[in-house]
């Protein structure tokens, strides 16, 4: 996969994770650009889950903008 394809998922990702996480901040999206884990544990801290459900939970929505 090319770097613009990663760039723009990572840019469509972001609009739904917004959407789905109103506490993820711009700053969070930021600092965890395209970076998976980061994006997890910003996820897990701030809505309290553990990072495997974080994961799971995220994967679902990325899953879901492909359907």
């Given at each position: 996969?090319?770097?613009?394809?990663?760039?723009?998922?990572?840019?469509?990702?972001?609009?739904?994770?917004?959407?789905?996480?109103?506490?993820?901040?711009?700053?969070?999206?930021?600092?965890a650009e395209q970076n998976w884990d980061k994006m997890v544990d910003s996820i897990a801290l701030k809505y309290e889950l553990s990072k495997m459900e974080a994961s799971d939970r995220l994967e679902q929505l990325k899953a879901k903008m492909k359907s």
């Open positions: 996969m090319d770097t613009s394809t990663i760039k723009e998922e990572w840019n469509d990702l972001k609009a739904s994770i917004k959407a789905e996480w109103n506490e993820i901040t711009d700053e969070d999206l930021k600092n």
